[in-house]
């Protein structure tokens, strides 16, 4: 069992041990104030020296809304998407969707591969709590640059959906020259049943029921042929550039030299401290 008169002892040795530990801290800062300071100063320079050669880029923002074609569907009266968000995202991660006036407008033109460079340039994301649409953002060194470039981008998409719509519309127009052959013949079978008077007859009850499918039908395809004119790709606002530059971000930047170069003095001061200990540490020996 431990007497009282060790753990005394034992609690003096510890407290000693801590006094000298601060004491060896506070003059090795002591000792080593002017390398830290300096290395911090240094770090700081560097940063002022990044925020000056680093061109300020502003960010422009669309949201831009899918084209839909009309749809008979209570679940989905909006009617049904041209393209899914997410196949337009993955479609404009290739170059070959960006075109030499896209490229041109977002001033592009000069760097290499600059459609490459553009399609990772122009990032694509979906908005939280909104469906059927896509957000862009674009970086350039100025505000006007940038909107021209998200507009340009956004005037390409709306291109690329029209010929994706065009499809739709091809194949509503043939089926709507059908109906109206259906509807043709059976307006002609319901007046011959008139006229004959058998307007009671199994072949006129058939045809004035096509007659109304094909009508409903008919309306439905002619909907969906305007649908694509009125409800195109759009913008859902006006397209936002910012005022002031997104990056670099100066306070930031800043920061982070000022802490870099405290580190590196930090260790610049203990890796000459630990060479004087070492070459003192050869000398008694």
Known sequence: MTSPDH???HHQTL????????LEILDFFKKSWKIIVLG???GLICAIGYLLVTPPMYEATAHIRMAQVSQT???NPFGAVIEDPTSLISRMQFPTNYSPEVISVCDYQDQPQ???????AAKFSIPKGVANAVELKVLAPTSQLAASCAQAIFVQIANMQEQLSKNFVEEAKIKLDSDNEHIEGARKLITKADQSGSAMSAAYLSARDELTYFLTDREKM??????VKSRGTRLDSPIYASERPVSPKKAMSLIAGLVAGFFLGLLFALGRK??????????LN
């Open 114 to 120: 600059a459609a490459l460079a553009l399609s990772k």
């Open 15 to 22: 407290d000693i041990a801590h006094e000298i530990s601060l």
């Open 40 to 42: 911090s100063f240094l």
């Open 7 to 9: 753990q005394n002892t």
């Open 222 to 227: 002619i909907d969906l042929i305007n649908s």
């Open 73 to 75: 569907n209570p679940a």
């Open 274 to 283: 630990f060479i004087q200990q070492s070459s003192l540490s050869g000398r």
